[in-house]
């Protein structure tokens, strides 16, 4: 009898271990659950925002007021795929101008330079909207620095505002690039290029130089200067003070560029929308990129740039 009741009493302890094994694994799988669950959840609500956000319907400009100095920015070097490309600039002035509030469009400048295709597209526009809108003038403001490209794009403006310290000018065109061949000599490399058409390794980095060659670009930087000196003599008119080395790619301070005409007063944004254009609350115009276009620059575009440039020899560049 002992013996059997021994015998009941383990089997009624096995079944309890098992039902507490099984009773804990029930609950481990219903919270595994739970969390996983929890964070498919979350991430369908992160890929929602981010669809949301990525199609501009978060952050949008609040509407602006009835009068309103508008503005838009011109920061960094000026190419095609950065902030500062012909399309964001043109783009931002376009909404700036036909904004029924706006009394007067300030262009805030903070440009070493760049393109001077992008530079040539963003005066012409400006002109064409000064034309289209004669009632609303446009300001050019010059923060740290507007150089070469960068003025180029301002003497478009009906005004070029600057800080005494400000840096203005270098009115002149380079193409840069680096040559290879000494070293190439020394390691023992050869360059291998084939090409039709005798000049198609134009300033090919790995041959040297022929003077014909150099000829022929120094020929296409001088027509590229002139039309640089014909925009600002235009856009500056009778203001301007040639000097010598005026167009000769020096730069100078805000101060003296006042002496010289490069541009016309001292004054900031803030002291252009409330003194001059008589509107002193600021509307910010300038295209922002959202998180769907950053994302694609990131995978895409920065590689295909990079790329893309294993095969120039030189850029072309206005500062």
Known sequence: ????????????????????????????QRRAR??????????????????????????????????????????????AGNPASADNVMTGLQEAFKNRG??????????????????????????????????????????????SGGYYVAVAADRIYVDK?????????????????????????????????ENKGFLDPFSPILESQRSHAEQMLQQIHQQFITVVREGRGVRLK?????????????????????????????YVAREVIKAEEIVDFTPRENVAERLAKRFGAGLGEALGRLGLAGSLTLR
Request: proline letters at 3%; hydrophobic letters at 45%; one cysteine or more.
């Open 102 to 147: 706006t009394q007067g469009v300030i262009l805030r400048i903070n440009s070493p330079g760049g393109s001077p295709v992008e530079a040539g597209h963003i005066n012409d526009e400006i002109r064409r909207l000064r034309e289209k809108y004669p009632k609303i003038p446009l300001y050019a403001v010059v923060e740290d620095i507007c150089a």
């Open 34 to 79: 739970y969390w996983g669950i929890f964070f498919k959840l979350l991430m369908f609500i992160y890929l929602f925002a981010l669809l949301f956000i990525g199609l501009g319907w978060f952050g949008k400009k609040e509407s602006a007021p009835d009068k309103h100095t508008a503005m838009v920015e011109l920061r960094g070097v000026i190419a």
């Open 242 to 270: 040639e000097t010598p080395d005026m167009f000769s790619g020096l730069l100078w301070v805000g101060q003296k560029s006042i002496e010289m005409g490069l541009s016309d007063e001292l004054g900031g944004v803030e």
């Open 1 to 28: 009898m002992a013996e059997l009741g021994q015998g009941g009493s383990g089997e009624n302890w096995e079944r309890g271990v098992v039902e507490k094994v099984a009773l804990a694994a029930i609950t481990e």
């Open 165 to 197: 310290a400000s840096i203005i000018g270098s009115i002149g065109v380079l193409m840069d690039g680096f040559g290879f061949t000494g070293a190439m000599e020394k390691l023992g490399v050869e360059r291998r290029l084939l090409a039709a058409g």
